[in-house]
Nanobody, 122 residues
Framework: QVQLVESGGGLVQPGGSLRLSCAAS????????IGWFRQAPGKEREGVSC????????YYADSVKGRFTISRDNAKNTVYLQMNSLKPEDTAVYYC???????????????WGQGTQVTVSS
């Protein structure tokens, strides 16, 4: 059974950092792309970052480029999202998802985690 479990969210002050984890089970990350998405209240789900399975290529939304870093540890079957210089507008529920292709379009992903709340506030 495919399962994704996010962790690492919480409350952080502006300028702070968090590292989100996405632990996968029931399949191997070696052959799967992983995307990170977020959804703030009243807003649509948006792509934050993704990483391909083939060559590890990474992609970022313009709003997080230079501040967030996605990485994968295939031995642990886990993908991480390191978030630095956090801003109040980064506040949202963050989800990871798996699919065949690394893309920022949520429709392309087949399985989703339950999400983890990130709140950036002083």
């Amino acid at each position: 059974q495919v399962q994704l479990v996010e962790s690492g969210g919480g409350l952080v002050q502006p300028g702070g950092s968090l590292r989100l984890s996405c632990a996968a089970s029931g399949f191997t990350l070696d052959y799967s792309a992983i995307g990170w998405f977020r959804q703030a209240p009243g807003k649509e789900r948006e792509g934050v970052s993704c990483i391909s399975s083939s060559d590890g290529s990474t992609y970022y939304a313009d709003s997080v480029k230079g501040r967030f870093t996605i990485s994968r540890d295939n031995a642990k079957n886990t993908v991480y999202l390191q978030m630095n210089s956090l801003k109040p507008e980064d506040t949202a529920v963050y989800y990871c998802a798996t699919g065949r292709w690394a893309t920022m379009f949520p429709e392309a992903y087949d399985y989703w985690g339950q999400g983890t709340q990130v709140t950036v506030s002083s």
